[in-house]
């Protein structure tokens, strides 16, 4: 028993040990880098997990982002350099009132950024979003390969 109270540490006058309030990494030299970094590090690595799909189909490349509580109006899809597509959004931190009291805080916030090079098919002029359920769809359309024509030369002689 004398173990377990050094293992977890400190965790005040109460004697009821919570092993999912315990940080592992407590105590080494990378342990609270990120929470304690400042500016624009930080933003951006916090919320960087907006994670995307890019499929192709016959018609289009869609692109497909999680974005579970994000407004649209918080999300911004643009292309930027001619033809390098451009997502980006902000979770802005929850408002901490004088009275309350946080027991734990998973959900991330801050900014994300992701960039995809468009293929030079991508139908720039005709890009479409949508979003549904905390999911950004992006439909880049296709222009049609023309297939070259190929003429038969006759061979005379």
């Known amino acids: 028993m004398s173990l377990i109270p050094s293992f977890f540490g400190n965790r005040g006058s109460s004697s009821i040990i919570d092993p999912f309030s315990w940080d592992p990494f407590e105590g080494f030299p990378f342990s609270g880098q990120l929470a304690n970094a400042s500016g624009p590090a930080r933003e951006v690595s916090s919320f960087v997990g907006a994670r995307i799909d890019w499929k192709e189909t016959p018609e289009a490349h869609v692109f497909k982002a999680d974005v579970p509580g994000l407004k649209k109006e918080e999300v911004k899809v643009e292309v930027e ?40 098919n991508a139908k720039l002029e005709e890009i479409k979003a949508n979003m549904e359920n905390g999911v950004l769809t992006v439909t880049v359309p296709k222009q049609e390969v023309k297939k070259p024509e190929v003429k038969a030369i006759d061979i005379s002689g």
């Open 81 to 120: 350099e001619g033809n390098i597509l451009q997502i980006s959004g902000e979770r802005s931190k929850e408002q901490e009132e004088k009275n309350d009291k946080w027991h734990r805080i998973e959900r991330s916030s801050g900014k994300f950024l992701r960039r995809f090079r468009l293929p030079e």
